[in-house]
């Protein structure tokens, strides 16, 4: 088994990638192999619209997602991190997800094996976790919908706005680690 985790915090060590490394954690107590990107530390560019990708197995950028993009198609489970900016996911997540379109063939069906689970992670500094239910549930069932995999669970780290807020959060960190050990239950 391999999960590998997508982080899309612009802090090497902020909330998100806590909790993307606890869900980690228990799979690889679970067996599996992991691997960790952190979408800020890598080179690369938006989508650039060109279409290239339908006409081809890939996308015409040869930047470091074309490695990720290998592996999301190879893993056995993706989790998926980041925190909420203004209402919405990352600059550099919806850069990677915009860039995911190369996953998917011209009818729209999945390049990606089917049967991978998925773990959505989220933080906020607002402390209503229902705040922004719409951007995890649009999300999750795009996941589903373009790559046929199945959303196991939906993390929400609500008021964690401090780096390592969210370790103050005990019942959140075992529910992160749990989910990596039973990700494929």
Do not use: W
Not at 7 to 14: F, W, Y
Not at 17 to 42: F, H, P, R
Not at 151 to 167: E, F, M, R
Request: proline share 4%; aromatic share 10%; charged share 25%.
């Amino acid at each position: 088994m391999k999960v590998i985790g997508i982080v899309g915090s612009p802090r090497k060590n902020g909330n998100t990638s806590t909790l993307v490394q606890q869900v980690l954690e228990g799979a690889a107590e679970a067996g599996a192999e992991t691997k960790t990107y952190i979408l800020n530390e890598m080179d690369y560019r938006g989508c650039q619209g060109c279409s290239y990708c339908k006409a081809h197995e890939k996308c015409k950028l040869e930047d470091d997602l074309a490695e990720v993009f290998e592996e999301i198609k190879v893993a056995d489970g993706i989790v998926f991190g980041s925190p909420i900016y203004f209402a919405q996911f990352t600059g550099q997540m919806r850069l990677f997800l915009d860039r995911c379109y190369s996953l998917v063939n011209p009818d729209y069906s999945s390049r990606i094996p089917a049967g991978k689970k998925a773990v959505l992670v989220g933080t906020q500094g607002m402390p209503d976790p229902a705040a922004y239910a719409g951007v995890y549930e649009e999300f999750g069932g795009e996941i589903s919908r373009f790559f046929g995999m199945e959303v196991k669970d939906t993390l929400i780290a609500a008021g964690c706005a401090a780096p390592g807020d969210v370790k103050g959060n005990a019942e959140l960190m075992e529910k992160a680690k749990n989910t990596g050990m039973n990700l494929f239950k």
